[in-house]
């Protein structure tokens, strides 16, 4: 188990990553972030058959909170940090 700094709330912790990432995460981080990342891949995914996604919007907005308010960052979190 590696053990380190997280990328997101920088604590002392043992570090998780998601395949294909470089950034690697403690345990709460890496799970909000792992949330993050499937409901984003899922959300590309229905719009790109041409639907709109309320529900998932909401969803996703509601995970980026979790996640900007973990690692201290306002309600104006830019999605684009996290989702590339
Ligand atoms: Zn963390």
Do not use: W
Not at 14 to 38: K, P, T, W, Y
Not at 52 to 70: F, I, K, N, V, Y
Request: charge should be negative.
């Amino acid at each position: 188990m590696m053990k380190g700094i997280c990328d997101t709330c920088d604590q002392l912790s043992e570090l998780f990553q998601i395949n294909g990432r470089r950034d690697a995460n403690c345990f709460e981080c890496h799970v909000v972030l792992r949330s993050l990342l499937s409901l984003y891949e899922l959300i590309r995914e229905v719009e790109s058959t041409g639907r709109e996604l309320p529900e998932l919007g909401e969803q996703l907005t509601q995970a980026l909170d979790r996640l900007a308010s973990r690692v201290g960052l306002s309600h104006t979190f830019n999605r684009t940090v996290v989702l590339q």
